[in-house]
């Protein structure tokens, strides 16, 4: 892997963080959390107050600041927290009071967003502003879908229509008879309602009933759903389906492509919800390789690491490193607090250089270099019983060696080691305790399809994050036999284990399980 160029985000061209008195007027894109723009998140990590809307991608505020005002504006359908005049007046008052103020919509917020009425009263209050474009859903949730707005053999022209107005009002501002005969696709928002009559005055008016047409549910977030049919069958076609808002509508041939161009549905762990126990600083990788296989990710902490490099023994041990004759660390965060603990006493990876150094598995190898260690053993099974075996090579009777770990441990390690005539240090570097997973993250792992299990700690404290609920439908992955046997002990045995006990090795078994079902 190579290294990134640089750790900042890319500059944007406005630059800055949001200025006093300013009002910036920003699109959140269609829920797809990663098609915020650089801009608008620059802007809701500086900002004063934010209001915002309903439909904006979950966990678009957590950026902001812990400071920051942020207040609920949105469109329910048939609820609304603000009157829009109410809104307006909102954003003059806090930017006269000399805050700044992102007004946060979802998708772009020029398109149907009523950004450009606000932009007006601002304009006429005499209000700074900014407008901030989003990605518009009307072709977010298409290309989500497989499904080009334009194509060079298809449709050369592309038409954003608002569905929302009833068709069979007598005064329509929406001329139907020239949409049905627009040279290109039609892309309707807020239309699912009035789909029925849309879809009859478009044929009314002259447009093939066999025409391709699509609906897409939801489109880029996990749960999106998506119905093609004919023009004339759509309204079927979604009613069947239970399609309900926010859907974008879709006519013309383009919709024919998704067959061939479709590929979100197409991922292995498309539709399937997975839950992630690890703690929350080791959790980010396993969460986002499952996403990217397109799983549902419910991030359920259920362990917390607690250093404990502050104790005598530990430092002890440090200032003592260059003595030992091997040094075994059984998981990366032992590295990680290991070379923390050197630091804080001013030793560097010199301190290892006497040493043999193990490593029980890949990733804490890799964490090891990461801090310029190569390790000299790694096992083949990344468990104590191979790292015992594995260490059958190097010489350690009568002399001094170092087990790193957690305090609550197997002994498997330090007991095959004594038993070789080894002076075996053990050292906790740490504890793991009970996670703070969100009420939230347990209600949705309710309806999960598989939970993995990194660890026999992970198994234990999730045990008594649900309370004993285990979620009815779900799939219980195993890193491997340890954690198995505590699954076991806790009437939840495992369904798949894993035959490489490390995370790579846990992903590979859930994707043969879920191809195979
Ligand atoms: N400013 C927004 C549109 C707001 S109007 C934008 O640019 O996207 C609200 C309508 O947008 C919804 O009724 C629905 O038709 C559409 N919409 C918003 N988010 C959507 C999504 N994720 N998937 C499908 N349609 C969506």
Known sequence: MSPPRSTDAPQTESGGG??????????????????MTARSLELIATADAILHDRLIPAGAL????????????????????????????????????????????????????????EAETLREAGVEFEVVPGVTAGIAAPAYAGIPVTHRD??????????????????????????????????????????????????????????PAAAIERGTHPGQRTVVATTEALPGAVAEAGIGAPAILLFGPVAARREAIGWLERRPLHGRTVVVT???????????????LGAEVVELPAIRVEPRIDSAEVAAMVEGLHAYALVCLTSPNGVDLLFEAMAERGFDARALANATVAAIGPGTARALRARGVIADIVPPRSIAESLVESLREVDVEGRPVLVARAAEARDVLPEALAERGAQVDVVPLYETVRGDAAEEAVARARDADYVTFTSSSTARYFDETVAGEWPPAARLVSIGPVTSSTLSELGHPADVEASRHDPDGLLEALLSDAASR
Not at 190 to 209: D, F
Not at 278 to 291: D, E, I, N
């Open 278 to 292: 690890r703690a929350r600083a080791q959790a980010s990788g396993l969460a986002s390789t499952l996403r990217a």
């Open 154 to 211: 298809d449709a050369s022209a592309v038409a954003f229509v608002t569905g929302h107005e009833d068709p069979d009002k007598e005064e329509s501002a929406i001329d139907w008879p020239a949409l049905a005969a627009f040279p290109g696709t039609l892309v309707l928002y807020m239309g699912v309602k009035n789909l029925p009559r849309i879809s009859e005055r478009l044929i009314a008016a002259g447009r093939a009933p066999s025409d």
């Open 62 to 117: 957590a950026g902001a600041r812990a400071d920051a005002e942020l207040i609920y504006v949105g469109k329910a359908p048939g609820r609304v927290a603000m009157e829009q005049a109410d809104t307006e007046v909102e954003l003059v008052r806090i930017a006269r009071e000399g805050r700044s103020v992102v007004r946060l919509k979802g998708g772009d917020p020029f398109v149907f967003g009523r950004g450009g009425e």
């Open 18 to 35: 949001a200025r006093p008195g300013v009002v910036y007027l920003v699109g959140a894109g269609p829920g797809d959390p990663g098609l």
